[in-house]
């Protein structure tokens, strides 16, 4: 399996390593930190970034 990262429009980190794992990076001013994300986790951080930034096209082509 294929190692991913994406910048989430959030400003969130996105990654998948080799093996499955995914973990979202957050920002934090202090320190940067990761959550591991099970498959339906994954799935609705995916959605919901990808309506988002669906949103952000919709709004600019007005």
Do not use: H, P
């Amino acid at each position: 399996m294929e190692g991913i990262n994406i910048k989430l429009s959030t400003g969130t980190k996105f990654t998948r390593d080799e093996v499955g794992i995914c973990v979202i990076t957050i920002k934090n001013k202090e320190q940067d930190f990761g959550i591991t994300l099970d498959e339906a986790e994954t799935v609705e951080v995916l959605v919901s970034d990808i309506l988002k930034q669906q949103d952000k096209i919709d709004e600019y082509e007005r």
